[in-house]
T-cell receptor, first 112, second 118 residues
């Protein structure tokens, strides 16, 4: 079945540690997105990529980094510079000309 | 920049009754798309309904319908015959119809938590 797979489902970060969230899609979509969800804040865009080897900052990119080496994969690294990383992270994708976003099942990141 | 406002943090409805969730948005564009997404306790985002701004007819999907008022920049969601499974967070979202290097991204409201009482 086609879809978006995010892993892990739960992730814990220690002080000063970088952690990487995985996002893989087999929908052959060009565009991929990372959103952060905090209680009462809705979804906010962190980074997005419309094509391999290219990506742009979203509204809250500070403390995060991404790569897009393959069409299927768009990993998000939460760096030690992100001082408040506890949140629910959602990965999404869509194909060109397709308005609907497809979402993964999310990763809950917490700080130890 | 576009903004989306959901003025009702929480709403409740009795099972089998009708409820309307409000959404307003701000944009200077004339062509765009509007969406309602549902996020149940599983936290999976589910598309409920979408509306193209150029269409005057309000979108409908089974028990879900919208009231799209373009001039007022209003996009409310009506849920008829509410069911227990409708309990969720509901997010209104906006997307430009023009490809301008990232304009495909969705702008979300902060959400409305809907409780359905048996």
């Amino acid at each position: 079945d086609g879809g978006i797979t995010q892993s892990p489902k739960y992730l814990f970060r220690k002080e000063g540690q970088n952690v990487t969230l995985s996002c893989e899609q087999n929908l052959n979509h060009d565009a991929m997105y990372w959103y952060r969800q905090d209680p009462g804040q809705g979804l906010r865009l962190i980074y997005y990529s419309q094509i391999v080897n290219d990506f742009q900052k979203g509204d809250i990119a500070e403390g995060y980094s991404v790569s897009r080496e393959k069409k299927e994969s768009f990993p998000l690294t939460v760096t030690s510079a992100q001082k408040n990383p506890t949140a629910f992270y959602l990965c999404a994708s869509n194909g060109q000309g397709v308005e609907k976003l497809f979402f993964g099942s999310g990763t809950q990141l917490s700080v130890l | 920049a576009q903004t989306v406002t959901q003025s009702q943090p929480e709403m409740s409805v009795q099972e089998a009754e009708t409820v309307t969730l409000s959404c307003t948005y701000d944009t200077s564009e004339s062509d765009y798309y509007l969406f309602w997404y549902k996020q149940p306790p599983s936290r999976q985002m589910i598309l409920v309904i979408r509306q193209e701004a150029y269409k005057q007819q309000n979108a409908t999907e089974n028990r879900f319908s919208v009231n799209f008022q373009k001039a007022a920049k209003s996009f409310s969601l009506k849920i008829s015959d509410s069911q227990l499974g409708d309990a969720a967070m509901y997010f209104c979202a906006y997307r430009s119809a023009h490809y301008q290097g990232g304009s495909e991204k969705l702008v979300f409201g902060k959400g409305t938590k809907l409780t359905v009482n048996p």
